[in-house]
């Protein structure tokens, strides 16, 4: 008792979904054109991470909205554009940008790493250093999962940053033509 979404698979490039009540068989809301790669699963995850609840109850612009953005981070365009930038302050002087790289990606494999030789270099083997670099890549990996979950609910905030021992992780992110 509940909804699903029905997929209509034409063995073509272009396919259709859309929201059925499984309880009276009835149909509802838009039909939502996807591309050959489209997976049911896949969008029920996104679906549920971005906490949209009953899709019984939403009015059509709400649910093709939502749909549509879900079908959208399922594929394989790039539509993000992701700058990861860290700064080292001494708690003095105005924190220095000491790197920065920014990417272009779809969402399923979008994603910054630490592991870039400029950026790893800049620690050393010291327990300062170590510390440091810890930090940083936790930070990544939790900054990470913010932007990703951000993403999902469409949240307006398109910044998480994160701070310790002088140094802050900052991400940015901006989805190109939704």
């Known amino acids: 008792m509940g909804w699903e979404i029905w997929h209509d698979s034409n063995g073509q490039n272009t396919n259709r979904i859309g929201f059925f009540c499984n309880t009276a068989d009835v149909s509802f809301g838009p039909v939502i054109y996807t591309d050959g790669g489209f997976d049911k699963s ?29 079908v959208r981070l399922g594929g394989w365009e790039d539509l993000l554009i992701i700058t990861m930038s860290v700064y080292h302050s001494d708690g003095k002087n105005v924190p220095v940008k000491i790197y920065e790289k920014l990417s272009k990606e779809c969402f399923q494999n979008c994603g910054q790493s630490p592991y870039q030789p400029e950026l790893e270099s800049r620690f050393d083997s010291t327990e300062v250093g170590e510390k440091q670099w810890d930090f940083i890549t936790e930070a990544v990996e939790e900054l990470n999962e913010q932007m990703k979950i951000m993403v999902i609910q469409q949240d307006e905030n398109t910044k998480v940053s994160q701070e310790y021992m002088g ?12």
């Not at 991470?49 to 093709?64: P, V």
């Not at 140094?167 to 939704?178: K, R």
């Open 42 to 70: 896949e969008f029920y995850t996104l679906w549920d991470k971005a906490n949209l609840g009953d899709a019984r109850s939403m009015d059509e612009g709400e649910l093709s909205t939502h749909g549509r953005h879900l």
């Open 167 to 178: 140094l802050t992780v900052v991400f940015e992110w901006e989805v190109i033509d939704e």
